[in-house]
Nanobody, 123 residues
Framework: QVQLVESGGGSVQAGGSLRLSCTAS????????VYWLRQAPGKERVLVAA????????QYVDSVKGRFTISRDNAKNTVHLQMNSLKPEDTAVYYC????????????????WGRGTQVTVSS
């Protein structure tokens, strides 16, 4: 059974940092593209960052460019999202999702989802 588990969420003040991790069990992520999405209260789930299977292609939503960095450690079957200079508008539940296609795609089909981790940024 494949499980994705997000960790590293919490509450921070504006300007602070958090490092989220997405760790898989029951499946190797080494050939998968991994996406981080977030959902704020009352809003739709949106894509934040993505990384292809070998880490040489990453994408970010404009609002987090220069502040967030996605990376992967295939040896640990984990993908990280380093979030710096956090703002109150970054408050959301953050999810990781996997696409077994491996390369990034605008119409990615997510094969597996984690349950999310809450990030709260206070002003």
């Amino acid at each position: 059974q494949v499980q994705l588990v997000e960790s590293g969420g919490g509450s921070v003040q504006a300007g602070g940092s958090l490092r989220l991790s997405c760790t898989a069990s029951g499946r190797s992520l080494s050939n998968d593209a991994v996406y981080w999405l977030r959902q704020a209260p009352g809003k739709e789930r949106v894509l934040v960052a993505a990384i292809n299977w070998d880490g040489d292609n990453t994408q970010y939503v404009d609002s987090v460019k220069g502040r967030f960095t996605i990376s992967r450690d295939n040896a640990k079957n984990t993908v990280h999202l380093q979030m710096n200079s956090l703002k109150p508008e970054d408050t959301a539940v953050y999810y990781c999702a996997v696409d077994d296609w491996g390369e990034l795609a605008a119409d990615a089909s997510y094969d597996y989802w984690g349950r999310g981790t809450q990030v709260t940024v206070s002003s």
